[in-house]
């Protein structure tokens, strides 16, 4: 009776192992938060290389806290909520700053005001996605550019920049326009393709496999450019999509004009 009690008892009380798996996917958005800290502090002090790199760093890690919480069945509204404050400032805060000290502080106002329209975009960004997170019905693509990849186009941006040894004072109008860009399309509807569908337990053909070491091969031999360009290219998508959606409706409203001629 004793033994069934303590037993009982036991299975009340939260095991230690189990705390701990709630904490592991707290411990990589910990480390996306000081990438994007790390990221502002090396602006500060003009080593925007590094400030760059970490910014992608935190990119990742961010992208990892949310599947090791899926994977574990470790999702919590704490670590949701602490997520959302981390992107905000390694994904709004930090590549505003990095952009401003880089380029844009000698435009005066018009500087400030562009790193700004990209720090409110993603604060917006962020919020709308929390409140439509429940109603969203196709996962497959985001509404407006999330605000790591816009974060990965400002940063690749610098990246570029100073591995070309280009001083940011004589590209402060093409700074501006990358950091409104970022900014107002985060805000946009534009549909973003999210890869949620993809299934990393489902097994692929080996030419899947193939294409993502070639991938890697080809961001290895030169990560600056590559990476600019292929969030370019994302940043992009966006109004290609919403390009094509309009042409394809434009030609389904002509097509069905004439039929609806006909039967009257």
Not at 6 to 26: A, C, F, Q, V, W
Not at 50 to 66: K, N, P, Q, S, W
Not at 93 to 121: D, H, N, R, T
Not at 166 to 186: C, E, K, N, P, S
Request: proline letters at 3%; aromatic letters at 14%.
């Amino acid at each position: 009776m004793l033994d069934f009690h303590h037993r009982k008892t036991e299975s009340k009380r939260p095991r230690m192992r189990d705390r701990g798996i709630y904490l592991l996917p707290n411990l990589f958005t910990t480390g996306a938060l000081f990438a994007g800290f790390f990221a502002i502090v090396q602006a500060m002090n003009g080593r925007f290389e590094l400030a760059a790199v970490a910014i992608f760093i935190a990119m990742v890690l961010d992208g990892l806290d949310g599947r090791v919480a899926r994977m574990t069945h470790t999702q919590s509204a704490f670590g949701a909520e602490y997520d959302s404050l981390s992107d905000m400032v390694s994904f709004g805060v930090a590549p505003a700053l990095v952009i401003y000290e880089f380029a844009l502080q000698g435009m005066g106002k018009f500087g400030w005001i562009a790193a700004f329209v990209y720090c409110s975009g993603a604060a917006l960004r962020l919020a709308r996605f929390n409140t439509q997170i429940d109603t969203v019905t196709d996962k497959r693509f985001f509404q407006g550019l999330p605000s790591p990849a816009a974060a990965a186009l400002v940063a690749g941006f610098v990246w570029v920049m100073v591995e070309y040894g280009i001083a940011g004072h004589d590209i402060r109008w093409l700074a501006a326009v990358i950091a409104l860009f970022g900014g107002l399309t985060m805000v946009s509807n534009f549909r973003y393709y999210s890869g949620k569908e993809i299934n990393l337990r489902k097994s692929v053909p080996f030419f899947v496999i193939l294409l993502i070491v070639l991938a890697f091969i080809l961001v290895s031999t030169s990560p600056p450019e590559v990476l600019f360009v292929v969030f370019l290219l994302y940043g992009l998508s966006g109004y290609v999509d919403a390009l094509l959606q309009r042409i394809r409706h434009k030609k389904s409203v002509e097509t069905a004009a004439p039929l609806q001629g006909g039967e009257k």
